[in-house]
């Protein structure tokens, strides 16, 4: 549906950015400043703007100083109580404690969140802030992103949202009013869609630019990282893993790991499949592609002898495999995640 934008003259949305003391300070900071940046803009910049599309307060239980997870205070505005309407709420990254999210910790914020979204506001999380909102069961039933990392955590604690975090924007609701962003600096997209969608393409553009930020087109699916599952219980299965781990470059890796199990080859997929979340097959292509990333990232080898050393004798599969899987193709890799010459501690000398 068409996204309407804010008609010259009217009042500023008011944004509501959530601190709580699990929030993580750049997140939260960096949505407070680029949100208010209509205000800072040059005036070559800010010309053809709308002049303070929004109104941008961080809020919390109670004002005051509030320290964040990483022991840096942050002052809260406005508390909750005064707020009996908002337009939009944002609740910004989050840091997991070694014991995972505890539920029930803020109930005075999920019902909030919710009397602000039943009231008509949009309710954003950046990254892992979805967290918390997923306890207010908005997301029931829904589709969301999340850091990748925290994944498995979320979807172990919230089985009833499907949870997509290769993807760095989804848009939610009937009235595409929940939205959330995936790992990290994504909130830069957020807060971008966010402009795009209330003051226009071009203030979206103009702030991307003097901002320097961009947009995560290529969605996130470059920057995971495969970890097998382990710790599933069967033991043949690990064994198998374990082996592969080391000789996934190996001619024939599945017919090796089924030799060493002892097991039928229908009984070993089915059993690696339930093990693992994967077939094997599937399973050695990606331990391939995550060798095959660290080469890109940390070599000068040619994309045709790297495919020869992952186990590839034909570089054009492996081609269309790294980009099946990654979203990018080789070279477009290598550009985008090698450390660039002047970031490198040893260079060579004249």
């Known amino acids: 549906m068409p996204r309407p934008t804010i008609p010259t003259g009217s009042a500023p949305l008011h944004v509501s950015i959530l601190a709580i003391p699990e929030a993580v300070i ?32 961080i809020v919390g239980l109670k004002t005051g100083p509030l320290k964040l997870a990483s022991g840096v205070p942050i002052a809260v505005q406005r508390g909750i109580a005064e707020i009996t309407t908002t337009d939009i709420v944002i609740v910004p990254s989050i840091l997991l404690a070694p014991g995972g999210w505890r539920k029930g910790r803020h109930p005075e914020l999920v019902a909030w969140l919710r009397a602000m979204h039943k009231k008509g506001a949009l309710v ?27 994944a498995a ?24 009013e929940l939205v959330t962003s995936g790992a990290s600096m994504t909130w830069h997209d957020l807060v971008l869609y966010l402009i795009a969608r209330h003051a226009g393409a071009t203030a979206a553009q103009t702030i991307a630019r003097f901002f320097a930020l961009q947009w995560h087109q290529d969605g996130l699916a470059p920057y995971i990282v495969f970890e097998g599952r382990k710790g599933h219980g069967d033991l043949a299965i690990e064994k198998a893993q374990d082996w592969v781990a080391k000789n996934f470059a190996a001619a024939n890796p599945l017919e090796e790991m089924i030799r060493r199990t002892g097991l039928t080859e229908r009984t070993f997929k089915r059993r690696f499949a339930a093990a693992t979340g994967v ?49 990018l193709t080789p070279g477009t890799y290598r550009r985008r995640f090698r450390i660039p010459v002047y970031a490198q501690t040893t260079r060579k000398r004249k």
């Open 279 to 327: 077939s094997p097959i599937v399973y050695v292509q990606r331990l391939r592609i995550e060798d095959a990333k660290r080469r890109l990232e940390r070599t000068e080898a040619a994309v045709d002898e790297i495919a020869w050393q992952v186990g590839y004798e034909e570089p054009a599969f492996f081609r269309r495999l790294f980009k099946r899987v990654t979203g």
């Open 153 to 176: 955590a979320f979807a172990a604690a919230y089985p009833e949202i499907t949870i997509h975090p290769e993807r760095v924007l989804v848009i939610a609701g009937k009235r595409e």
């Open 26 to 57: 750049s997140t939260l900071s960096g949505i407070y400043d680029v949100m208010n940046a209509f205000a800072i803009l040059p005036v070559a910049e800010s010309a053809a703007l709308p002049a303070g599309p929004f109104k941008v307060e």
């Open 124 to 150: 954003c999380s950046a990254c892992s802030g979805i967290f918390l909102i997923a306890e207010t069961g908005l997301f029931d039933g829904l589709e969301a992103t999340v850091h990748f990392g925290y």
